[in-house]
């Protein structure tokens, strides 16, 4: 500001301070004129870059679109039937029999291949499955009431028909030509001659006739067994002139285990129980231990004379030097 200006400002009576306000009013004001009359630049918005942000060009660079990147598809899960293996493990034993009665029902062929393929039946497991068969019978008795009466007879009918096909299955598998050997046919018969005197002695008129038919039937087994193992001729004179006829090891052996398992015991046992019904069983049993008893004696005899007639022979003219000698 010149001098003759502050002498104005200064003889109009203003004040120093006031003039510096006046003063920097106006450097405001050239301002604002200056930055008015100047050209307007686009402002354009700059990001915040991260450090080390690339250079413009790889930044356009890597915004240019690529190839296309497929996605792999997931592939569907779809719910399945349980397995046949693992269904057959979560059965129990009722289930599992209910399920293959069905299924021999429905395609009767596959009997042959269980036939074939299933182990077979142990003594032990027969009697098992027996036992449980006559224990369903006591089962199914009616408490209050007679256990011999009519009324407990059909409450157990039933059961008692089921009980009875079961020994005739398990029989028949004792038959020839099935061979299931003395031993375990004479245990199996015994047991099931034993079940049949455990019964109920119902006082009804059709069961006292099955229970006489099946004492019958069950002698007649005895009988048929016991002369299948025993195989020797009837003429028991001839004995003594043709022991190769008899087989003898297969009458030893099947004298053996009559003796071994008491079998005539039981048989006289069964027959007194049944009121005879077992006599021709016993008679068979006695003319077999018989015939046994004559070849053992035949056997010993001929073996000393036999033996006698060896050591009286003179057998020197025999001899390799006595006949190169003459």
């Not at 349980?82 to 979560?90: A, D, H, S």
């Not at 009837?234 to 285990?257: G, Q």
């Not at 006599?279 to 073996?303: C, F, I, M, Q, R």
Request: charged residues 25%; glycine residues 2%.
């Amino acid at each position: 500001m010149s001098a003759s200006t502050n002498i104005v400002w200064r003889n109009s009576g203003v004040s120093e301070e006031q003039m510096h306000h006046l003063s920097n009013l106006r450097k405001i004001q050239k301002r604002k004129r200056r930055s008015l009359d100047e050209p307007q630049i686009a402002v354009q918005r700059l990001s915040v870059s991260k450090p080390n942000h690339p250079l413009p060009s790889q930044h356009q660079a890597s915004l240019q679109p690529g190839p296309k990147l497929k996605r792999t598809k997931t592939p569907k899960i779809y719910g399945l039937a349980l397995p046949v293996n693992r269904l057959i493990e979560t059965l129990d034993k009722e289930s599992l029999l209910a399920l293959l009665q069905q299924i021999v029902n429905h395609h009767p062929e596959v009997t042959t291949t269980i036939t074939r393929v299933a182990p077979k039946a142990t003594l032990e497991d027969s009697v098992v499955l027996m036992k449980e068969k006559f224990q369903s019978i006591i089962d199914h008795l009616p408490y209050k009431c007679d256990i011999e009466s009519d009324y407990s007879y059909i409450r157990v009918k039933a059961h008692l028909t089921e009980f009875l096909n079961c020994l005739s299955d398990f029989i028949l598998t004792l038959l020839p030509p099935m061979d299931a050997g003395l031993a375990n046919a004479c245990a199996m018969l015994d047991v099931i001659t034993n079940m049949i005197h455990d019964l109920p002695n119902f006082t009804n008129n059709e069961f006292q006739y099955t229970k006489s038919t099946a004492y019958e039937q069950i002698a007649n087994l005895w009988l048929i067994i016991f002369t299948s193992q025993a195989s020797r001729d009837d003429d028991s004179d001839a004995v003594c002139d043709d022991l190769s006829s008899l087989n003898m090891e297969r009458i030893f052996e099947f004298v053996k285990t009559l003796r071994e398992h008491d079998i005539q015991k039981k048989i006289e046992k069964h027959n007194e129980i049944t009121l005879g019904k077992f006599t021709a069983v016993l008679d068979l049993l006695k003319s077999e231990l018989e015939a046994y008893e004559k070849v053992s004696h035949s056997l010993n005899n001929n073996g000393r004379s036999l033996l006698s007639d060896m050591i009286s022979v003179d057998y020197s003219n025999y001899s390799i030097s006595a006949r190169t000698s003459h």
